[in-house]
């Protein structure tokens, strides 16, 4: 089995960056596709960021040139770097694996941008 645990979220001002990381352990040897979600108040759980196994990336267009996703080389842990953050970017981000063909989601990590 996999468990996923983010953190880093934050409070920080209009502006600021964080960087979220998403942590793998279990009975696993590696995971090589992952993404990101968030879920803001009043919305839908919002698709913003994956990586493939071939290390490609896509990102949703309300962050696109403002954030980055990236993995460690042992497929352990994935990252969520945050530039430029607006306000609208307030929500629980949640990471999720997939894994022998199966998928596993964390708690989310809260990040809040103020004005």
């Known amino acids: 089995q996999v468990q996923l645990v983010e953190s880093g979220g934050d409070l920080v001002q209009a502006g600021g960056s964080l960087r979220l990381s998403c942590r793998a352990s279990?009975?696993?040897?590696?995971?090589?596709?992952w993404a990101w979600y968030r879920q803001g108040p009043g919305n839908q759980r919002e698709f913003i960021a994956r990586?493939?196994?071939?290390?490609?990336?896509e990102y949703g267009d309300s962050v696109k040139g403002r954030f980055t996703i990236s993995r460690d080389n042992a497929g352990k842990t994935l990252y969520l770097q945050m530039n430029s953050l607006k306000v609208d970017d307030t929500g629980l981000y949640s990471c999720?694996?997939?894994?022998?063909?199966?998928?596993?989601w964390g708690q989310g990590t809260q990040v809040n941008v103020s004005s």
């Open positions: 999720r694996a997939v894994y022998y063909g199966r998928d596993f």
């Open positions: 990586i493939s196994p071939g290390g490609n990336r």
């Open positions: 279990g009975t696993i040897v590696s995971i090589n596709h």
